[in-house]
């Protein structure tokens, strides 16, 4: 069971919007930055948004994060078949002092 | 460019020792802070441990604490995860990772491209 709580699936066609929510808790996504991740089939995760909504240069701004309270949220616009992936977010916990991370979300584009 | 780059994966038994090594290229290491994060298979991601860039200060998920130790030799360029009582839950793959700063908490901006370890009887 993940600390951070993120649907198991989420799906769109190609060119509409989706969101991913993230779930977490006073200790964690509360108090720090929350960052997400995708993953490509096969493939080491990569850095898509840091500090809740900055994009590392080479993401396309297709990709934007918010959060408000203990919870954040990926929105992905203008989907295109190569955004099918597995998507995490995570942050640091001050309670238990480690990193926390969702329990991912596959992204189908129908 | 960053690179990271693991090795040591491979076979063990159960209540067996191994020991990862993550070679680190394209920054000043010495400055951030690195991470070991893991991933069973057909699995999520699961943090490991993280050392910090400024000082001696490690941090371990719960499952590993007491059988895992994270270092770092500076002067090499070289993370290590030292793993020891192995168990079959430990069998994933094994991802070094760099932190945007030298803390502990920074986000993780690079990860290398995994080392399977895989734990049996």
């Known amino acids: 069971q993940s600390v951070l709580t993120q649907p198991p699936s989420a799906s769109g066609t190609p060119g509409q919007r989706v969101t991913i929510s993230c779930s977490g808790s006073?200790?964690?996504?509360?108090?720090?930055?929350v960052n997400w991740y995708q993953q490509l089939p096969g493939t080491a995760p990569k850095l898509l948004i840091y500090s809740v909504n900055q994009r590392p240069s080479g993401v396309p701004d297709r990709f934007s994060g918010s959060k408000s309270g203990t919870s954040a949220s990926l929105a992905i616009s203008g989907l295109q078949s190569e955004d099918e992936a597995d998507y995490y977010c995570a942050a640091w916990d001050d309670s238990l002092n480690g990193r926390v991370f969702g329990g991912g979300t596959k992204l189908t584009v129908l | 460019e960053v690179q990271l780059m693991e090795s040591g994966g491979g076979l063990v038994q159960t209540g067996g020792s191994l020991r990862l090594s993550c070679a680190a290229s394209?920054?000043?290491?010495?400055?951030?802070?690195m991470t070991w994060v893991r991933q069973a298979p057909g699995k999520g991601l699961e943090w490991v441990s993280t050392?910090?860039?400024?000082?001696?200060?490690?941090y371990y998920a719960d499952s590993v604490k007491g059988r895992f130790t994270i270092s770092r030799d500076n002067s090499k360029n070289t993370l290590y995860l030292q793993m020891n009582t192995l168990r079959a839950e430990d069998t994933a793959v094994y991802y070094c990772?760099?932190?945007?700063?030298?803390?502990?908490?920074?986000?993780?901006?690079?990860w290398g491209q995994g080392t399977l370890v895989t734990v049996s009887s």
């Open positions: 050392f910090g860039g400024n000082g001696d200060i490690t």
């Open positions: 394209g920054f000043i290491f010495s400055r951030y802070a």
């Open positions: 990772a760099k932190g945007l700063s030298k803390y502990s908490s920074s986000s993780i901006d690079y």
């Open positions: 006073s200790s964690n996504i509360g108090i720090n930055t």
